[in-house]
């Protein structure tokens, strides 16, 4: 993983974890890299390894197939919400309303263990329960709407987009 290289590996001064790295590349089959760049940074930090990495390496591209959606109009946003959340797409098996309001709850008492105890307490790569309630509270044919999905840390630059929030809206 592109950060996992360049906030651990590429600054560990003691070099055990480029050892590790080196080790755990080396004694697999194959590298597996999200883009070219990514990979581009793992040669240059192993370049006597490179001709290896090299032929044993596939890029397998993350992201969004952007071909799969297409523009709706504001007028017609609704309609396609509707639509969407009704062709069953969403299965909303992720968090109840009942369970992030006890979530809520023990943070608001300082309960910050509660986080954890909440971590394992639902599926977290499926939609929360009430997703499809969620979405009809968005004006989607009247109001702007500025979206962004993505992992909430720095490198992904949601700090830049809530920075830029006053221009935009």
Known sequence: HGS????????DESGRYRRLVRDGILGSKGVISGNDEVLGRLLSMY????N???THAQIVG?????????????GDRCAAVKRFSSEGALTARGKTRTLSQQLYDRLD???LEAVHAFRDAYVQNEPDADVIDQ???IPWDTG???MFVGSLTVGKGVQNLLCAMPSIV
């Open 109 to 111: 008492g300082g309960d």
């Open 135 to 137: 979405l009809e509270t």
């Open 62 to 74: 993350v992201g969004v197939e952007t071909s799969l959606f297409y523009a709706v109009s504001r």
């Open 144 to 146: 702007s709407i500025l």
């Open 4 to 11: 996992a290289l360049e906030y651990t590996v590429r600054l």
């Open 52 to 54: 290896w990495i090299r």
């Open 47 to 50: 370049e006597r390894d490179a």
